[in-house]
């Protein structure tokens, strides 16, 4: 992802740190442009227009991209990324994928999820943002990383 996003961090650290795996010395949470010092964490971008489903289907979409990263031996992760359109009283779900991995992941594997897209039905301006979240199993332990939004909400020219 650019440099220009910020790392947003979802923490384990926590739950981490009750099975011993990390110190207690890491980053515990937060927002931050630098690499964080925690062991697992995701990494979501802003919400955009891909260029890629345009070159490569012709459509006009909204996409946010996110990456989840371990520093432990994993498996059985699932990256969440959900997109949403803000409307004046409430803001709408207008996307939801979830990324699998299969089986045990190395650690500093990274899982990502560049799949997650809204179709525009038309031009009218409109504003978005992402939501990511994982479950994965470290330690023979199900982890949860609760729900983190990106850093901006972008106002793109598509609407429903």
Same mark, same amino acid.
Not at 136 to 147: D, G, R, Y
């Given at each position: 992802?650019?440099?220009?996003?910020?790392?947003?961090?979802?923490?384990?650290?926590?739950?981490?740190?009750?099975?011993?795996?990390?110190?207690?010395?890491?980053?515990?949470?937060?927002?931050?442009?630098?690499?964080?010092?925690?062991?697992?964490?995701?990494?979501?971008?802003?919400?955009?227009?891909?260029?890629?489903?345009?070159?490569?289907?012709?459509?006009?979409?909204?996409?946010?991209?996110?990456?989840?990263?371990?520093?432990?031996?994993?498996?059985?992760?699932?990256?969440?990324?959900?997109?949403?359109?803000?409307? /004046?009283?409430?803001?709408?779900?207008?996307?939801?994928?979830?990324?699998?991995?299969?089986?045990?992941?190395?650690?500093?594997?990274?899982?990502?999820?560049?799949?997650?897209?809204?179709?525009?039905?038309?031009?009218?301006?409109?504003?978005?943002?992402?939501?990511?979240?994982?479950?994965?199993?470290?330690?023979?332990?199900?982890?949860?990383?609760?729900?983190? /939004?990106?850093?901006?909400?972008?106002?793109?020219?598509?609407?429903?």
């Amino acid at each position: 992802m650019k440099n220009s996003r910020k790392r947003i961090k979802l923490i384990l650290i926590a739950i981490l740190a009750s099975a011993q795996l990390i110190t207690p010395t890491s980053n515990a949470g937060g927002v931050g442009g630098t690499p964080p010092q925690t062991a697992c964490y995701i990494e979501i971008g802003n919400a955009h227009l891909s260029t890629s489903l345009n070159k490569n289907q012709g459509l006009t979409a909204v996409k946010v991209n996110a990456i989840s990263y371990c520093n432990f031996t994993h498996s059985n992760v699932e990256l969440t990324v959900k997109i949403y359109k803000v409307g /004046r009283f409430t803001n709408y779900l207008v996307a939801n994928k979830t990324v699998k991995s299969g089986g045990l992941s190395a650690p500093g594997m990274r899982i990502k999820n560049q799949v997650t897209h809204f179709v525009c039905k038309n031009f009218k301006k409109s504003r978005f943002f992402g939501v990511a979240s994982s479950i994965a199993t470290i330690n023979s332990k199900q982890m949860f990383a609760p729900p983190t /939004r990106s850093e901006k909400i972008k106002t793109l020219n598509c609407g429903n």
